[in-house]
């Protein structure tokens, strides 16, 4: 059985706007039963440990799909989130693959997290694959390859866009635009309209453009896990 690494935000804080963010519970849940349906062994980890927060935002009813109902109802999932492992005591070398999965949380803490940075670059050193949904592409602001350039440089890549940030009305409180920032730092950037599903695949290298996209991202975690 093959082994994903899922790596969730500790960060509950908007900036400084004193209002809550976290994870994208859709961005978790979807891939989470996506995998571990098709017979992926999951392990959740996060820079605190334990509960890591819920966006307050994607859980209004408006946000919920057939995987969040379906987590609702699941105690067993429920209570892995309730007890991730702390991230800085796993290692690249126990898994086949890692996943991170989006929300405004990570741009305050993964982003900047030298063991999150390590890791991913552990990972795509050897080959394994890395997937990343709506803002999660942001933390892979400083990793680079083995030989010093940024890891997305030349390397096909989507994420949320500088449009979607607008729509919610956050493009002045985030610490950087995720559209920009995978532009200046080499990638090669596609999208499609807003809030619609798009995902993209660059060798090992997986990435989403927003919440809708997060089973197109587990099913080609999943493809090439299973090649």
């Not at 334990?50 to 379906?70: C, F, H, L, V, Y």
């Not at 940024?150 to 919610?168: C, I, M, R, S, Y």
């Amino acid at each position: 059985m093959k082994k994903i690494l899922f790596v969730i935000t500790s960060n509950d804080q908007l900036g400084d706007t004193g209002n809550k963010t976290g994870f994208w519970i859709e961005e978790f849940a979807a891939p989470y039963y996506k995998l571990k349906d098709a017979g992926f062994e999951l392990t959740l980890v996060s820079p605190k440990g334990g509960q890591p927060p819920i966006d307050p935002n994607s859980e209004t009813e408006d946000a919920q799909t057939k995987a969040t109902e379906r987590f609702d109802l699941d105690k067993e999932a429920q209570t892995l989130l309730a007890n991730t492992h702390k991230l800085s005591d796993v290692h690249e070398s126990d898994f086949d693959a890692v996943f991170y999965p989006g929300g405004h949380g990570v741009l305050w803490d993964l982003v900047e997290d030298k063991t999150s940075i390590k890791l991913i670059e552990d990972f795509n050193a050897n080959k394994k694959p890395i997937a990343f949904v709506c803002h999660a592409p942001a933390v892979l602001k400083h990793p680079k390859t083995a030989d010093g350039k940024p890891l997305v440089e030349g390397k096909k890549v989507t994420g949320f866009t500088n449009q979607e940030e607008d729509a919610v009305q956050l493009t002045n409180v985030v610490p950087f635009l995720l559209e920009d920032m995978l532009i200046k730092n080499g990638g090669v950037y596609t999208k499609i309209q807003d809030w619609h599903p798009y995902a993209v695949k660059d060798g090992n290298l997986i990435t989403g453009q927003n919440p809708a996209s997060s089973e197109k991202v587990a099913d080609l975690l999943a493809k090439q896990l299973n090649q």
